[in-house]
């Protein structure tokens, strides 16, 4: 079930963003490549 807004932002007012330690973010966050290549979409 999804966290509610209240919810999520109290995970973020507790969660210990000191260092490194990107921990919180596990199942929350998602990154993917980008379909087109910079180098090959920059101008020359």
Do not use: K, N
Request: glycine share 4%; charged share 30%; aromatic share 12%.
């Amino acid at each position: 079930m999804p966290e509610t807004f209240d919810e999520l932002i109290a995970a973020r007012t507790t969660a210990d963003v000191s260092g490194w330690d990107l921990d919180w973010l596990d199942g929350r966050a998602a990154e993917a490549r980008p379909a087109w290549v910079y180098q090959a979409a920059r101008r020359p």
